[in-house]
């Protein structure tokens, strides 16, 4: 997998899709396309599947280009957004469960948790700050990290998220504003 062009200009390209330029919809797939299959490959973790969501993400993006906003955040994580949410409602959608154990799915979703912020930090070349919040992560017990990190890499509702640990909804939202007020000083 190549490396992103540090000089690869992800709102002017966007601008361009909304205007209709297909060159740019393909310059931003050789830009990005590899790296946004890895992302979606790893929440649905089947290829072929991730293959049709990055697809699908590039008509979306190809579609919608002209709803970025820039003052909500930068154009490639918009476009990571609309591949990763694509990626999201597949595995909602074709949810399947398997039976395993209390300590297997607790061990399973731990490291599944810490892959996808790993995945994350990659993405989003996160890599200056991800040294640091990795650290502070793993100072939290693991019930509460899993807690943080289903909200926000697995994009987990609180509810969800409370049926997944078999935990009441008070106490994950309890775990999750406290967690995220530590990582915050440990952040400091």
């Not at 640091?132 to 994009?155: F, K, M, S, T």
């Amino acid at each position: 997998m190549s490396s992103p062009s540090a000089d690869f200009d992800y709102e002017a390209t966007l601008a361009a899709c909304a205007g209709g330029q297909r060159g740019a919809l393909h310059a931003l797939y050789e830009q990005e396309g590899p790296r946004l299959l890895g992302v979606v490959h790893r929440i649905v973790r089947d290829r072929a599947l991730a293959e049709d969501i990055v697809h699908d993400a590039c008509v979306n993006i190809w579609t919608r280009a002209a709803a970025f906003d820039p003052a909500r955040g930068s154009a490639r994580g918009w476009i990571y957004s609309v591949a990763r949410n694509l990626a999201l409602n597949a595995v909602r959608d074709g949810h399947r469960e398997v039976a395993v154990d209390e300590d297997t799915a607790a061990a399973l979703d731990a490291r599944a948790s810490l892959e996808a912020w790993h995945d994350m930090a990659d993405a989003f070349a996160w890599q200056a700050s991800a040294g640091r919040i990795a650290h502070c992560l793993e100072q939290l017990e693991p019930v509460r990290r899993n807690c943080v990190l289903h909200a926000y890499v697995d994009g987990f509702s609180h509810g969800e998220i409370a049926r997944r640990l078999d935990a009441p909804l008070g106490t994950v939202k309890a775990w999750i504003k406290r967690s995220l007020a530590a990582l915050r000083e440990c952040m400091t």
